[in-house]
């Protein structure tokens, strides 16, 4: 029953390859692609961006001048004052309107340095939004290469079934020939059984390669592809990498993490300036102007004075300079100062971590590239000797020299050997697109 079982889900998984072979083929940079135009993240970054450039345009144009304008329009009843400054009873409509305009001619440099910490918030927002595309991209390509080992395991799987079912075959005559007993057959059936199952177990790490893949993307698995399948790097033995402590030098000037902790420290160090310029006097100058027309206003013979004569005689208009010395204002500015002082501190702290965090994650993948590369040649080795081993244990074991079992575990261990070496492969091809990616070059299969 269980026989049956994997094979009927080994039928099931056959259709859905087979379904999948109409499917649109992408290539690792489509991948790449699609994620940094429709991933949510790097939109919600892009925003955070497009708020920090908004901020940095606010803070140079609060350099120009204001200008504030005010139109009011009353009716009166009753008694009212007239022009010769007496009252009198009757209604009246007064309309006035002025102007007034204000600018900031030094605060201590305070808007200078807003425009500079805006500026340095920005350039990190944009470093941030490219750290988050460099994240996706490495998660991609990670994913990518997952699916690629887990096909080339696929075809290892189908490659030992094939092998058994044709060993089935000749250990069937040899059984009828009565050269072999048949347990021998019914050992070698059972493992085909196994292995059946070990290539259905395959299959469905492969699928759910893809699925991590589609959910990378933000995309429905009912909108599934299939990947391109490149032409890898050959790996030879006197392949050699770059040193890590090289690629960190290298890093360092241009990775996206580093230059936005730099531009953070940047700002905090504005910020300092602006809370340091609280202390210093500011001077500002203003102007006014000022009119109404009053629809009652006459003249000392009583005549109605005319709109045209009421905007020039009741205008005024003035400017002015206003001085603020700050002297006593509770030491707010003073705590203002020290708290930036400690944040310069901490950006301080947070750059130098972010150079250390770097410098580790470069040594890391430098060692695990060479470790990789030190087991694909070691496995290379260990899968020329399996394939060897098992083809003399497949001559005795036709000749009766062996039983099954020993047959089978000949067999186990070359496809052991071959999966630990496609492991070492795509591992150390992985850790060098690494290495490569923070060496400035784009992630390309």
Known sequence: MNRIFNLLVLLGLLVVFGSAKGQETWSLQKCIQYALDNNIKIKQQGLNSQYYSNQLMQSKLNRLPNLNGSLSNSTSYGRSLTVDNTYENGNSNQTSGSLSSGVTLWNGFILKNAIKQADMDLRASLEDLQKAKNDIMLNIAA??????????????????????KLQIERTTKLVDAGSLAKGSLLEIEAQYAREELSLVNEQNKLQLAYLDLYQLLDLPATESFQIEKPTLPELAANQTLLNSMDIFRTAVGFRP??????????????????????????LSMSGSYYNLYNDKYSDYQGNKISFADQMKSNERYGFGFSLSVPIFNKLQARSQISNAEIQVTNYELALQDTKNTLRKEIEQAYANALAAFKRYISNQKAVASSKEAFRYAEEKFNVGMINSVEYNQSKNNLTQAQSNLLQAKYEYIFRTKILDFYNGKAIEL
Do not use: C, M, R, W
């Open 143 to 164: 994913s990518y290469l997952d699916i690629l080992f887990e096909q080339e395991l696929v075809v290892v799987a189908e490659s030992q079934l094939e092998v058994t």
């Open 257 to 282: 993490e580093v230059k936005s902790a730099e531009y953070k420290f940047e700002s905090a160090k504005s910020q300092l300036a602006i809370a340091k310029g609280n202390l210093y006097p500011s």
